[in-house]
């Protein structure tokens, strides 16, 4: 699989044998856990200057719209050459703590649903295809495993720093 090293920790947080039974893993997980958070929660930090767990929820969302933009972009146009973008910068939008959780939840949900369907539409050439984004070859069959992995990590950090749920 063709990825940059800085995304094959993303890809090795994934247990699943394949990358979309971690996204629907990922799905179920992730939808639990956000249901049973309040509107206090979901605008909280776990520390001065972090995003707050909605923030954090949508860094997800807009991540996985990229990573879905990036591989359909590769899949149909082979050898794409795709800009990066400043996660932070899209991550510490105060107006995601003005959404309501339920809004947070219902985003999350359309995201992750369109991108299962996006990856289980791509056929084997279509997730061998490699292009460049952020001035790094990637293959699209990678970028589903990222999207996995980077729910993954995040979820992960949200539930030992922002909830103690260790």
């Known amino acids: 699989m063709i990825v940059d090293d800085y ?7 994934v247990n699943q044998k394949h990358y ?4 629907k893993d990922n799905f179920d997980n992730t939808v639990e856990l956000l249901e049973s958070l309040d509107e206090e929660t979901g605008n909280s930090a776990y520390a001065d200057g972090k995003w707050t767990i909605k923030q954090l929820v949508m860094h ?4 996985e719209r990229i990573f879905n933009y990036r591989a359909l972009t590769i899949a149909r146009e082979k050898n794409a050459n795709l800009p990066g973008f400043d996660h932070d910068q899209y991550a510490f939008q105060e107006r995601h703590n003005s959404k309501s959780m339920q809004q947070i939840i ?6 992750k649903a369109a991108t299962i369907s996006l990856f289980e539409g791509f056929n ?3 997730l061998a295809a490699v292009g460049i984004a ?8 990678a970028i589903g495993w990222i999207a996995a992995g980077h729910e993954i990590h995040h979820m992960k950090i949200m539930r030992e720093k922002y909830l103690n749920l260790v």
């Open 7 to 13: 995304f094959k920790y993303y890809i090795n947080l």
């Open 134 to 141: 952020n001035s790094k070859s990637i293959q699209v069959e």
């Open 106 to 111: 219902q985003e999350y949900k359309a995201s």
């Open 124 to 126: 084997a050439d279509e």
């Open 20 to 23: 979309l039974i971690g996204l």
């Open 60 to 63: 997800i969302v807009d991540c």
